[in-house]
């Protein structure tokens, strides 16, 4: 009874442990970006976001100048103590008293440091990388006249105001089409409902790409380039393969019985689609919406096809892309853009989740 | 089924809420009347060409778009845009840039579906000549004097726009890259000397590795592209320890990777390269090394490495608290063998124009005048390619310093991979280097494999 119990004890303890590992094995890289994201530019490149956390380093004490002290790093020197060549005093030598000598820099402008062991840590941490992200850019000038001018560039909000544009149409639209077909493959008979069907699910391996020039140029001929429009129907047509399937395959797992009632009554099928099976399938519908939502606010490549370059309509993936410069040297701003773009993609997430258990209890409980 | 209602109106409201969001569009500009006289300008404008009419302000209120291969609002987008200021209050018509980081790609889809922007910015000459060869440019000659062009440029930048006989585009703006980098400050305190000839350089090298250090910074990964500071190496060796008649031979692809030549140029930077006591980190660290964070090491106190060789641009990259002039200079990269002179490698943008319209020629003859780069003259960043280019103009003395430099220069060429067909110059080149340089392959096994590669 007892080592029964203590048997459970240590099953609960090893998958809360296995699970917690998991978890933080998991989280170490974002840990890190955002650790990095408040750090400048330059301490990034010099040292890891790990220095964060206390370790034990060699600082220097006090200096001594080779020069003065009649030191010829040719030769063996001696000093404090303690004797050894040029790369050995580069290399460090420990006295016995615990301190160690470190020769830092070359032969001819080097120095000797004396260091103590002891326990650092590296807090310069800057709200410069989010300022630089939300705010803008600034690029400095100087005209010929010799005045220095600041231009600064563009901040998020344009881009954020677009990603929403882009992203919620694009979210809803499909789920509309998809959730009235998922309907109809489910519960209505017709002819080629099968062949129409396994045509759906076939499109599911179709990669995007091939698709991007020929509907460019339908959207040249229809002078859509460039719209919101266009990128809602781009979006729309993408995701609708796999909204139909995930949909189908959930509306046709509901009771046939409450369908077959509510007939019996005298609904019609819009009726029914309204009134049971949108409420039923909630849950359905709010995964499928998070799943599109995230894939349209991180799209680059069709908003950049089909919405073009220009920076009207700029989304917030273009923004990062554009933040980094030609060549990639602001490279440090994308971890504080990376946290700032995540941002509303996690309130969404949130948000929703909500439904997902009240949805779950609405199809169960009163079904 | 109160809370499903609530979630669908939330949703319909936002979906009318970005529809109406969505035709907010800009407003139409104001037209102003056209003007007899031609008002004064900052910028120097061609007797009888479109220009001056449109200064006159007969093209006002008309829209010129430019594509490119920066983005509209990243540094170059900024600076493009400062650049265009003066253009667009003389002559009142608008630059709309619509380019950005994926324009190698989608240039041939536009022009391929006839919706070619007026005015292209060519990163790459290679990818210009293409477009001049199926006819898709308009040629400069048929609009622009040939008194104006050589007035405003050097006859050797005009070469770089000519492609079988045709002068198609004008060169617009340039980055040096035969310049070799020094943290001035202790540099100065250490009492080394800038190196004239390549003997200086090697002995400069092997004094600081005497002394304790490794001279070079070097790094050559960047992503897709690394290896690609190795072939800026391999072509300035190349003008460096051959004839220019070989140099452009090579580029054109008549004169193998695995000839004795190209084979001698990279055997020359190898003995630094391949010497762990010249380069930081050692060789093996060559291939992994940012080359954007290479020459960090350089402003540590003391410098860890003393040298690092790369184009004026790589100052972007610089800790942010290094002063040019005080911190580091720069230096030209010495000649190797004086029968070739002092030869200069170069990359830069050349702009042409796809569609003829007066406002677009008149903002082409715009990008043959120096202000039509101000925005990177003031800004930093690169340098202009006329010759009328004046010191006033430029809001840095390094960037003026370099331009003076290449002035200077007995020869100057375009980087080589740039003009080189892409499966070589963007694809085979940097990929063998890279593996030579990381001791995967030997280099006469690197360099048949470029050959293969070579369209033919």
Same mark, same amino acid.
């Given at each position: 009874m007892k080592s029964g119990k203590r048997q459970k004890q240590l099953g609960s303890l090893f998958v809360n442990g296995s699970l917690f590992l998991l978890t933080l094995v998991w989280t170490i890289p974002t840990m890190g970006i955002f650790v990095s994201s408040f750090r400048a530019r330059d301490d990034i490149a010099n040292s890891g976001?790990?220095?964060v956390l206390p370790y034990r380093d060699w600082q220097p004490v006090r200096e001594i100048d080779p020069r003065e002290a009649g030191l010829n790093p040719d030769e063996i020197m001696e000093i404090e103590g303690v004797a050894g060549t040029f790369d050995e005093f580069r290399a460090g030598i420990e006295t016995p008293d615990g301190e160690r000598i470190t020769w830092i820099?070359?032969?001819?402008?080097g120095r000797l440091e004396v260091q103590e062991r002891v326990w650092t840590v590296d807090?310069?941490?800057?709200?410069d990388n989010y300022k630089q992200v939300l705010g803008g850019q600034s690029f400095t000038f100087t005209r010929p006249d010799g005045t220095v001018q600041v231009v600064p560039g563009d901040n998020m909000s344009g881009a954020f105001l677009n990603s929403l544009s882009v992203a919620v149409p694009s979210t809803v639209i499909p789920i509309l089409i998809a959730a009235f077909a998922a309907y109809a493959f489910a519960w209505m008979k017709f002819p080629g409902r099968r062949g129409m069907f396994i045509m759906i699910v076939a499109l599911?391996?179709?990669?995007?790409q091939i698709a991007l020039v020929p509907i460019l140029r339908d959207y040249k001929a229809l002078n859509l380039n460039g719209t919101f429009l266009a990128i809602w129907l781009a979006h729309t047509g993408f995701g609708l393969a796999l909204a139909t399937y995930l949909l189908y395959n959930y509306i046709s797992t509901l009771p046939r019985d409450i369908l077959e009632s509510a007939f019996i009554d005298g609904a019609s099928h819009f009726t029914v689609f309204t009134q049971l099976i949108l409420p039923l399938s909630v849950p359905a519908l709010a995964s499928f919406a998070i799943f599109q939502f995230l894939w349209v606010w991180n799209d680059y490549l069709v908003a950049l096809i089909?919405?073009?370059?220009?920076p009207e309509f700029e989304l917030v993936t273009q923004r990062m892309a554009a933040i980094v410069g030609s060549r990639g040297s602001?490279?440090?701003?994308l971890t504080a853009g990376a946290f700032v773009s995540m941002a509303l993609p996690l309130l969404v997430f949130f948000s929703m989740q909500r439904y997902f258990v009240r949805g779950l209890l609405a199809g169960s409980v009163k079904g | 089924m109160k809370t499903t209602r609530t979630i669908w109106s939330i949703a319909t409201m936002i979906l009318i809420a970005s529809v109406v969001l969505a035709a907010c569009g800009p407003a139409a500009t104001p037209t102003a009347a056209p003007t007899e006289e031609m008002p004064e300008v900052g910028f120097a404008v061609m007797p009888g060409g479109a220009l001056e009419r449109a200064i006159k302000?007969? %093209? !006002?209120g008309t829209t010129v778009t430019v594509d490119g *291969? %920066?983005?509209? $609002? &990243?540094a170059d987008g900024v600076k493009f845009a400062e650049s265009m200021k003066a253009f667009e209050e003389a002559t009142g018509i608008t630059v709309n840039y619509i380019g950005n980081k994926e324009f190698e790609g989608s240039i041939a889809i536009r022009v391929g579906a006839g919706? =070619? +922007?007026?005015i292209v910015d060519f990163p790459q000459p290679g990818l210009f000549a293409g477009f001049v060869r199926s006819g898709n440019i308009v040629p400069v000659t048929e609009f622009i004097s040939d008194a104006w062009l050589s007035q405003q440029y050097n006859p050797g930048w005009r070469e770089f726009n000519t492609v079988d006989g045709v002068e198609a585009g004008v060169m617009h703006r340039y980055s040096g890259k035969s310049l070799v980098w020094y943290p001035k400050a202790a540099w100065d305190e250490a009492g080394y000397q800038i190196p004239e000839t390549w003997d200086d350089l090697l002995a400069l090298t092997q004094q600081i590795a005497d002394d304790g250090d490794t001279a070079w910074c070097i790094g050559i990964e960047s992503? *897709? =592209? !690394?290896?690609w500071p190795a072939t800026d190496w391999t072509e300035d060796m190349m003008l460096r320890t051959t004839s220019l008649e070989n140099y452009d031979a090579w580029v054109a692809g008549?004169? +193998? %990777? $695995?000839?004795p030549e190209v084979k001698k140029a990279i055997e020359t930077w190898s003995e630094i390269w391949f010497n762990d006591a010249y380069v930081y980190g050692g060789r093996s660290s060559i291939v992994s090394t940012f080359f954007g964070d290479s +020459?960090?090491?350089? %402003?540590d106190n003391p410098p860890k490495c003393w040298l690092h060789r790369q184009a004026n641009f790589i100052t972007s990259f610089f800790p942010e608290t290094a002063k040019y002039g005080v911190d580091y200079d720069f230096f030209y990269l010495p000649p190797? &063998? +004086? *029968?070739?002179?002092?030869p200069f490698l170069v990359a830069g943008d050349l702009i042409a124009m796809f569609n003829d319209r007066p406002e677009v020629r008149a903002l082409m003859e715009y990008f043959t005048t120096p202000q039509s780069v101000s925005g990177w003259l003031e800004g930093g960043g690169a340098i202009a390619a006329?010759?009328? =280019? !004046?010191? &006033?103009?430029?809001?840095?003395d390094l960037d003026w310093g370099v331009s003076q430099l290449v002035a200077g220069a007995t020869s100057f060429r375009f980087d080589g991979s740039d003009l080189m067909p892409g499966e070589v110059g963007a694809g085979s080149f940097w990929e063998q280097i890279t593996s030579y340089v990381a001791g995967s392959v030997e280099l006469d096994a690197a360099l048949q494999e470029i050959d293969a590669t070579w369209p033919k």
């Open positions: 976001w790990w220095k820099g070359n032969k001819r402008i807090w310069n941490f800057t709200l599911l391996v179709v990669p995007l089909f919405l073009g370059g220009n602001e490279w440090h701003l | 302000g007969e %093209f !006002t *291969a %920066f983005e509209g $609002n &990243d919706d =070619a +922007p007026d992503g *897709a =592209a !690394t290896g008549e004169l +193998p %990777f $695995n000839s +020459p960090g090491p350089m %402003f190797v &063998d +004086p *029968a070739y002179g002092k006329h010759q009328t =280019a !004046t010191r &006033d103009l430029y809001g840095s």
